[in-house]
């Protein structure tokens, strides 16, 4: 029972270099969120989605893009990596809204 | 702007004392508070969540109060344990958006 699953677990970019985390879930879940977290700040809500080919913005969004392709994955892209996006990063879904949101384990992205 | 403020940031207390963390959140539109638990190097987890409908609710050691009035929520952890030490965020959303907002988190310790 796998959950919510994201790739990479570690990540070491370059200024300007891009990259695409992916998170993918086996809960048939409709909404599903990309976080960022960082010491002192909690998690902030990147972007979002609320099904199958829809994203929204959250509350940090420059910098990032996303896509909902399919139910089951949602991608947070990076296109020109910048040292302010070192982070921890959180994929999560929930079935329903106000619910309970699940995440996946994180992945630590380093930006040089 | 803060819609959720947490304290304190960082708690140490005695196995077997009372671990107790605030939340005081602004929006009266709020209807669903959850507490999640992390621990280093893993997502964010469920531990307990109110709705507004009912002023206490517990689960084992782990009890919400919620004050409506007063727009704030908090966690009280009985007989801390070490394996409780972990950092806790609340959490706040309402049905007219589809997302959820964080606070900055609290940092328990439980001495042995």
């Known amino acids: 029972n796998a959950g919510v699953t994201q790739t990479p677990k570690f990540r070491v970019l370059k200024t300007g270099q891009s990259m695409t985390l992916l998170c993918a879930q086996d809960m048939n879940h409709e909404y599903m969120y990309w976080y960022r977290q960082d010491p002192g700040m909690g998690l902030r809500l990147i972007h979002y989605s609320v099904g199958e080919g829809t994203t929204a913005k959250g509350e940090v969004p420059d910098g990032y893009n996303v896509s909902r392709l399919k139910k089951q994955n949602f991608l947070l892209g990076l296109e020109s990596a910048a040292p302010s996006q070192t982070s921890v990063y959180f994929c999560?879904?929930?079935?329903?809204?106000?619910?309970?949101?699940?995440f996946g384990q994180g992945t630590r992205l380093t930006v040089v | 702007q803060q819609q959720v403020k947490q304290s304190p940031q960082s708690l140490i207390v005695q196995k077997g004392g009372i671990s107790i963390i605030n939340c005081a959140y602004e929006?009266?539109?709020?209807?669903?508070f959850p507490w999640y638990q992390q621990f280093p190097g893993k997502g964010p987890a469920l531990l307990i969540a109110?709705?507004?409908?009912?002023s206490e609710k517990k689960e084992g050691r782990f009890t919400i109060s919620f004050n409506k009035s007063a727009k704030q929520f908090s966690l009280h952890i009985m007989d801390s344990q070490p394996g409780d030490s972990a950092t806790y965020f609340c959490a706040v959303s309402s049905s007219g958006t589809y997302k959820y907002i964080f606070g900055t988190g609290t940092r328990l310790k439980v001495l042995a």
């Open positions: 109110i709705r507004p409908d009912v």
């Open positions: 999560a879904s929930s079935y329903l809204l106000n619910t309970e949101a699940f």
């Open positions: 929006n009266t539109a709020f209807d669903y």
